[in-house]
């Protein structure tokens, strides 16, 4: 049996602290910026000038990744340190994007923004 794409999985109506956000991406439903307890209002509006909503997507190290719109196109990614003091957007143009990284430097590749993520101590 395939598993839905996700696009096509639903949002969930759960309610998630901090804590409880999985590592890695569901295969049964996707989580909106809504149902994070201590979601930022900047988070929670990633998506309005998109007009696409904002889904969790996994962690990487110390933060959560979420994304407005879809993986390939006009998306913004946010990732959000797991206690809140910081946060970093990556905008994604089709294939290519651009973001800055918590080590500083403005990457192009969303590979390598997420290894700055992953590095980030």
């Given at each position: 049996m395939k598993a839905t794409p996700p696009h096509l999985r639903p949002f969930t109506d759960q309610v998630?602290?901090?804590?409880?956000?999985?590592?890695?991406?569901?295969?049964?439903?996707?989580?909106p910026a809504a149902g994070w307890t201590d979601a930022p209002a900047e988070l929670l509006s990633l998506g309005d000038d998109l007009g696409e909503p904002v889904e969790y997507k996994r962690r990487i190290g110390r933060f959560l990744l979420w994304r407005a719109g879809p993986p390939v196109g006009e998306a913004?990614?946010?990732?959000?340190?797991?206690?809140?003091?910081?946060?970093?957007?990556?905008?994604?143009?089709?294939?290519?994007?651009?973001?800055?990284?918590?080590?500083?430097?403005?990457?192009?590749?969303?590979?390598?923004?997420?290894?700055?993520?992953?590095?980030d101590e």
């Open positions: 998630f602290e901090t804590g409880q956000l999985p590592s890695t991406p569901q295969r049964d439903y996707r989580i913004t990614y946010m990732a959000v340190a797991d206690d809140g003091s910081t946060s970093y957007r990556f905008y994604l143009h089709g294939r290519t994007g651009t973001g800055l990284g918590p080590d500083g430097r403005t990457h192009k590749r969303f590979r390598t923004w997420k290894e700055a993520l992953r590095d």
